[in-house]
């Protein structure tokens, strides 16, 4: 077997067993459901600024979201990067802010999503949604705590 016969083997493999597959997503179901969702989200009042403040260059962002949900949904690989760590540094994501962007993201999928696929898009971006609000929550505790332990002085 060839190099390109095992890739498209390995391919044709994954598209058996993602999620999106059965749920009808497709790669411009994707893009379709980033770029309707980030529009919204630029003008939101609480969420745009707070994107505005870390993404300097939105088509560059659109792609690499577009790459993170085929990899979530169509388990194509095609994300390289760490979400956990492109969030820990902005200071100005408050937890409030997930509930917000997942209530956007949910009314975004339902609107150009059909039932099957809006629902898979919902349910994966409730987990990552949550982690994310978790990892964060915990990153900012032990940066309190390591700041408290710091400040402190030896009675």
């Given at each position: ?31 379709r459901?980033v770029?309707?969702?980030y ?25 690499k ?18 979400p ?30 059909p ?37 402190s002085?030896?009675?």
């Amino acid at each position: 077997m060839t190099d390109a016969e095992d890739l498209a083997a390995r391919t044709a493999r994954r598209a058996q067993i993602a999620p999106g597959t059965a749920a009808g997503v497709d790669e411009a179901m994707i893009a379709r459901q980033v770029h309707t969702f980030y529009a919204r989200v630029r003008e939101h009042p609480r969420l745009g600024p707070v994107f505005a403040a870390h993404v300097e260059d939105w088509d560059t962002h659109l792609a690499k979201l577009c790459d993170f949900w085929s990899s979530v949904v169509l388990m194509t690989g095609r994300f390289k990067g760490s979400p956990m760590a492109a969030h820990a540094g902005a200071a100005d994501i408050q937890s409030s802010d997930f509930a917000v962007w997942l209530e956007l993201w949910r009314q975004v999928a339902r609107e150009v999503c059909p039932p099957a696929a809006a629902d898979l898009f919902i349910a994966k971006a409730e987990m990552i949604g949550e982690s994310l609000r978790q990892g964060l929550e915990m990153l900012r505790a032990a940066g309190s705590q390591r700041a408290r332990r710091t400040l402190s002085f030896p009675g």
